[in-house]
């Protein structure tokens, strides 16, 4: 089933001003027994989200209502620790689109990219931009532009450029898994097969 495609996306985010946020604070170990992707929003940062009486923790982003969207703003060093692919399907499902951040894991990155969600690496600076934008004004925007590999506080037209591999880049805009891109050039494949099978 293809993914939605991603072109442009406003909205807007939800800070999370914490830097090394490993892959055991995304999903934590204990729900890693399901072997689909869906439901793993739910138990999302579970560890912050949750007191241990397991009712919400008012003081964790995700539980404030003021902070909304399909992204999500963290500090630097996203995304280490063990290299579950779990981590990119929780924040997925949640309904986050995007990650922000001043670095990010390279294999949490690769997950990522692989399952539909794109994680866009600004400066430190940019960043501190973005946490201060939001503490004035919880509802401010950002817009992310894959084809333009921009992304911009919309409140003051501030903008950085960030990298991606072009591969990955193909695939998001068409909403493709890897099966799916080899499907779409499938003809090109057997015409280069041809070609060179005389």
Same mark, same amino acid.
């Not at 990955?168 to 070609?195: P, S, T």
């Given at each position: 089933?293809?993914?939605?495609? #991603?072109?442009?996306?406003?909205?807007? *985010?939800?800070?999370?001003?914490?830097?090394?946020?490993?892959?055991?604070?995304?999903?934590?170990?204990?729900?890693?027994? $399901?072997?689909?992707?869906?439901?793993?929003?739910?138990?999302? #940062?579970?560890?912050?989200?949750?007191?241990?009486? =397991?009712?919400? @923790?008012?003081? *964790?982003?995700? @539980?404030?209502?003021?902070?909304? =969207?399909?992204?999500?703003? $963290?500090?630097?060093? /996203?995304?280490?620790?063990?290299?579950? +692919?779990?981590?990119?399907?929780?924040?997925?499902?949640? =309904? *986050?689109?995007?990650?922000?951040?001043? /670095?990010?894991?390279?294999? #949490?990155?690769? @997950? $990522?990219?692989?399952?539909?969600?794109?994680?866009?690496?600004?400066?430190?600076?940019?960043?501190?931009?973005?946490?201060?934008?939001?503490?004035?004004?919880?509802?401010?925007?950002? +817009?992310?532009?894959?084809?333009?590999?921009?992304?911009?506080?919309?409140?003051?037209?501030?903008?950085?450029? #960030?990298?991606?591999? $072009?591969?990955?880049?193909?695939?998001?805009?068409?909403?493709?898994?890897?099966?799916?891109?080899?499907?779409?050039?499938?003809?090109?494949?057997?015409?280069?097969?041809?070609?060179?099978?005389?």
């Amino acid at each position: 089933m293809p993914r939605e495609k #991603f072109t442009i996306l406003r909205s807007p *985010f939800v800070p999370l001003p914490v830097d090394n946020v490993d892959t055991d604070q995304i999903i934590p170990a204990r729900f890693l027994k $399901a072997t689909t992707r869906e439901g793993f929003g739910d138990n999302l #940062f579970r560890d912050w989200r949750y007191l241990p009486d =397991g009712s919400p @923790n008012p003081d *964790f982003v995700l @539980n404030q209502p003021q902070y909304s =969207g399909k992204i999500l703003v $963290a500090g630097k060093n /996203f995304g280490s620790g063990s290299s579950r +692919e779990h981590a990119a399907w929780a924040l997925y499902d949640y =309904g *986050f689109r995007v990650v922000v951040s001043s /670095f990010f894991a390279d294999i #949490f990155r690769n @997950n $990522a990219l692989n399952n539909g969600l794109l994680p866009v690496q600004v400066s430190p600076a940019f960043l501190e931009k973005l946490f201060k934008a939001s503490e004035a004004d919880p509802s401010t925007e950002l +817009e992310v532009n894959l084809p333009e590999q921009t992304i911009t506080l919309l409140s003051t037209g501030e903008s950085e450029t #960030f990298e991606i591999n $072009a591969y990955k880049k193909e695939c998001l805009l068409n909403g493709y898994d890897d099966i799916d891109y080899l499907l779409n050039i499938q003809e090109k494949i057997i015409a280069f097969e041809k070609e060179h099978n005389k």
